[in-house]
């Protein structure tokens, strides 16, 4: 029998209805299962049984009411440390917010409260956000669920492995460069960066402003569809937030029909893998089989789409990091004598190596003499990756592509040398620097028993229409019904 | 532009971090591989492009004018390193 840990939130969601399970029963299933496989996972933080246990009791009473308040009612969720939920710890896993705790909630969390969903606690994640592997982690490195010596993918690392090891049936994560889709492909399960604007960034403590979205991962694309209706819409607290029409998601999820798919020749081409470029090659013939048209394009500046993404993230880093100064909040340094020493000092000790590298690297292209040289000249060429977008999609519907360029990497593999740790994004990071809306799903194994990432690029807010065809190939596999074998 | 020309002590305190001696030797040749990387962008055609800042087509966003909800002192203080009088503490500034 399939252990009720790893069914998908849809099916839970059928078994509270039917009364064969409590809120409360699963989720004390949830936290047993966190118990026994996450020492050896890593991918909590912090938890709040209490707090969960409280959620879900008051869940089934709303039950036995018939008063349930949303989609996700007695369902529980994880949350990656970088969304604030107020009373809860909100590290970034950075020492510099060892202490902290949230005094608000961030508007996702009050959608996801709205919905009934059961906050289970908080995911690990590359510092800030900042990388692609969760060896970042200023407090403990997560591990791939489907081998513990290779890396769950990042920046959503624990996000990704509490999903795929069974720990939460869903988790949000954010996405700047790759770091939901990315994580995702990794460990062999459904993850969305939406449309930029689409979901409010209300609480989301900020590495690029410009480019982070928040987004779902889950077992499967429904739960995707489930977890993105609680999340999307209109948020008058950000101002970037779009008043866009939300459709029904998973209604329209069966209703997909053949449209022309583009097939990017540039994301073929960069250090893949050739089981990673079979599998693809596979989905490419099945989506063919079944009467959709496949089309060669180009995006001729994907070349650039890393280092203009390395500016843009940076020059946005450098500025948005520069709020924790040890004075209002975050860790100030005892050693500190003067109040400038409070920033040094402060900074200096508690930020991680590849956040300091950062801000630095961040500082130096905004810095006068540097500006026009590097970041307006990155914003322009930002401007052709997005034109090489729209002309694609006068022609396509959906772009498919490989989400990684090869499968899960091991620890320690890349760690050192960051710029082969960036490359590893380069075919995530066009699709924020373009605001478009992108999914990863499993659709195949590495002779290792590593899995291997599809991802679908849309047209912006086309959300339904990446799920729906996405639909087509996990029902017609088995890859979404693979689970690891940890214990 | 390489990192011999990078005055790392200088970017370090623009953006306020201390530095240690390892990082300032480690550095300057990690930022150098960074810069040599994105100095391919001045192969691509940039002459009459216009910069994009946001992808989204809205500007001039502004909230409602009314009040809402605010921080109680406690709640606002809550996280501060050192506070004293309701107030967040500070070493002296002006003698």
């Not at chain 1, 410009?210 to 209109?234: C, H, K």
């Not at chain 1, 993404?309 to 709020?323: F, P, T």
């Not at chain 1, 999609?393 to 772009?399: G, L, P, Q, W």
């Not at chain 2, 192969?43 to 492009?49: Q, T």
Request: with cysteine; net charge negative; charged share 20%.
């Amino acid at each position: 029998m399939e252990e009720l840990f790893f069914k998908s939130a849809e099916d839970l969601l059928q078994m509270l209805a039917k009364k064969s399970l409590s809120s409360v029963e699963l989720t004390q299933i949830f936290l047993k299962r966190i118990k026994a496989v996450d020492p050896k996972i890593q991918a909590f933080l912090s938890l709040d049984e209490e707090r969960s246990l409280q959620q879900a009791k008051a869940s089934d009473e709303r039950r036995a009411k018939g008063k349930l308040l949303g989609l996700l009612d007695g369902i529980p969720v994880g949350m990656k440390d970088v969304i604030a939920e107020k009373g809860q710890p909100l590290t970034c896993a950075s020492k510099i917010l060892e202490h902290y705790i949230s005094p608000y909630d961030a508007t996702v969390t009050e959608s996801l409260y709205r919905s009934g969903a059961i906050l289970m606690g908080r995911l690990n994640l590359d510092e800030f956000a900042m990388g692609s592997s969760t060896e970042n982690s200023a407090y403990q490195k997560t591990h791939n669920p489907w081998n513990l010596a290779y890396i769950p993918g990042g920046s959503s690392g624990g996000s990704a492995a509490a999903v795929c090891a069974g720990e939460v049936p869903l988790a949000l994560g954010s996405d700047t460069g790759g770091s939901i889709r990315q994580p995702a492909a990794c460990c062999g399960i459904a993850g969305l960066k939406p449309t930029y604007g689409l979901v409010s960034r209300y609480g989301l403590s900020a590495l690029a402003s410009s480019l982070d979205q928040i987004g779902p991962f889950a077992r499967n694309v429904t739960d995707l569809g489930l977890l993105l209706q609680v999340i999307a819409g209109y948020d008058e607290r950000d101002s970037t937030s779009c008043n866009a029409e939300i459709p029904n998601y998973n209604q329209l999820l069966k209703k997909q029909q053949p449209c022309r798919i583009g097939i990017p020749k540039e994301y073929f081409s960069e250090g893949i893998d050739l089981e990673v470029r079979q599998a693809i090659e596979n989905v490419i013939k099945f989506y063919e089989k079944n009467g959709y048209s496949t089309v060669d394009i180009s995006l001729p500046h994907t070349h650039y789409a890393i280092p203009v993404y390395h500016v843009i993230m940076m020059a946005e880093a450098s500025s948005n990091l520069a709020r924790f100064d040890g004075i209002r909040y975050s860790h100030r340094s005892p050693k500190a004598t003067n109040a400038t020493d409070i920033y040094f000092k402060s900074r200096g000790e508690s930020f991680g190596s590849e956040v300091k590298r950062r801000i630095i690297l961040g500082t130096y292209v905004l810095s006068s003499n540097h500006l026009e040289a590097y970041y307006v000249r990155a914003q322009k060429v930002r401007t052709r990756i997005c034109e090489d977008f729209a002309k694609a999609f006068e022609t396509v519907d959906v772009i498919l592509s490989p989400t990684t360029p090869t499968t899960a990497f091991k620890l320690g593999e890349k760690i050192n040398d960051p710029l082969q740790m960036y490359l590893s994004d380069i075919c995530t990071v066009s699709v924020n620097l373009s605001g478009l809306p992108a999914l990863s799903i499993p659709c195949g194994f590495s002779k290792a028993g590593l899995p291997i990432g599809l991802q679908f690029i849309g047209k912006a807010f086309h959300e339904s229409e990446l799920m729906s065809i996405a639909y087509l190939f996990e029902k017609a596999h088995d890859f979404a019904l693979r689970f690891p074998s940890i214990t | 532009m390489t990192a011999e020309h990078i005055n790392i002590d200088h970017i370090a305190m623009l953006c306020r971090i201390a530095i240690s001696d390892e990082e300032r030797r480690t550095l300057p040749k990690q930022i150098d591989t960074m810069l040599a990387h994105i100095q391919q962008l001045e192969e691509v055609d940039i002459r009459d492009v216009k910069p994009t800042l946001h992808t989204l087509e809205i500007s001039n966003v502004l909230r409602s004018d009314k009040p809402g909800e605010n921080f109680s002192v406690e709640t606002a203080l809550m996280n501060a390193p050192e506070q004293k009088n309701n107030q967040i503490t500070v070493p002296r500034i002006v003698e």
